[in-house]
């Protein structure tokens, strides 16, 4: 079936027993497969396109028969889902990563200290090889699990391998186990006119945005190291940007303001064959039985084991997880402020 690794998941650092209930080279392991399906991205320069289907005196930008393939840029998709992983951690009353380097040049004078506050920690500051000297911001007790996905300083790799997303109009070319996604780009075109009557609507601004549209997939992520608590994470991250796709800061993109971006992502049963994950995407065909049983395993007890391992990580030494950091703040403002 897949690849022979059949290192299971480790889980020695953790207060629990953790046994996957079926042999690992039946899963999509180390693999997770997010399905998402997004009626418009917009996502900047994120579109890198290929097109050598027409030749360059042929190429006609707003030619809706250009069957025109590419890649979407990764690091748009990191963000999103470092975002709804970072929510977790505050959910569950315990600070992030903060995703820039204290030092970087940041445009806004004060935003890195503000962050602090607001349920960051220093990029790394939880590593205990990293720490160095005091912080007047409350310390992680261990490295949170942002860190060791998304990595933190040039020798912290992230465990979590991010590939970018290879789409075509073509449903046929689209192979959902390689992390692509049937999806339509097109070349916007917005004019910016003038309101004075004078000018009678005369075009003052012509801006030129990359997009795709009805983009329904996969994104293909690989852990680079098997532990629970990392399914966990990605789990509820999704689950969360699921939940608040229309939440501004929770769109994926730019020109969230005109509806792009919104994005209904699922994490794709892992417990999956090649073949099942496949069928996923073929409409002509519904879940089979074998499907089904694996939907139950997953929902009953399966996916409540990879979160039940990331509590134990997000929770204190008592296994207590910690009150919201969200609601915290809401209630600091509420009660009128009185820190500080
Ligand atoms: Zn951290």
Redesign the pocket.
Same mark, same amino acid.
């Given at each position: 079936m897949r690849s022979d690794d059949d290192r299971g998941f480790e889980s020695d650092h953790l207060p629990m027993e953790f046994d996957l209930p079926v042999d690992i080279s039946e899963t999509t392991f180390p693999d997770i497969y997010v399905g998402l399906n997004i009626g418009l991205l917009a996502p900047g320069d994120g579109i890198i396109t290929d097109r050598h289907h027409a030749s360059a005196d042929r190429y006609e930008a707003d030619d809706p028969m250009n069957q025109i393939a590419g890649q979407i840029s990764p690091f748009t998709l990191s963000g999103w889902l470092r975002h709804g992983c970072e929510r977790v951690h505050h959910i569950a009353g315990v %600070?992030? @990563?903060?995703p820039g380097e204290p030092n970087a040049d940041f445009k806004l004078k004060d935003v890195y200290d503000r962050d602090l506050a607001a349920g960051y920690?220093e990029?790394?500051? @939880?590593?205990p090889d990293r720490r160095d000297g005091e912080s007047k911001f409350p310390m992680?007790t261990s %490295? @949170?699990v942002?860190?060791d996905l998304f990595g933190?300083f040039g020798h912290q790799a992230g465990k979590l391998i991010r590939r970018p997303i290879g789409f075509s109009p073509i449903r046929r070319h689209v192979d959902v186990l390689k992390g692509e996604a049937e999806a339509h780009y097109r070349q916007l075109n917005t004019h910016v006119r003038s309101r004075n009557e004078a000018d009678e609507g005369q075009p003052l601004r012509h801006a030129t945005q990359d997009a795709v549209g009805n983009l329904d997939g996969t994104w293909r992520l690989t852990l680079r190291e098997l532990r629970p608590e990392y399914v966990g994470l990605i789990c509820e991250a999704v689950c969360y940007l699921k939940s608040n796709n229309d939440t501004y800061s929770m769109q994926l993109g730019g020109s969230r303001n005109f509806g792009a971006g919104i994005v209904h992502a699922n994490v794709i049963n892992p417990l999956y064959s090649d073949a099942e994950v496949r069928r996923v995407y073929n409409r002509a065909q519904g879940p089979t039985q074998s499907m089904e049983k694996k939907d139950e395993l997953w929902r009953e007890g399966l996916r409540d084991s990879f979160v039940e391992a990331l509590q134990h990580r997000l929770s204190n030494e008592d296994g207590e997880l910690g009150e919201s950091l969200e609601t915290r703040s809401a209630s600091k403002e509420n009660s009128g402020g009185d820190s500080k």
């Open positions: %600070t992030a @990563c903060h920690h990029k790394g500051s @939880c590593d992680p %490295t @949170c942002v860190y933190g």
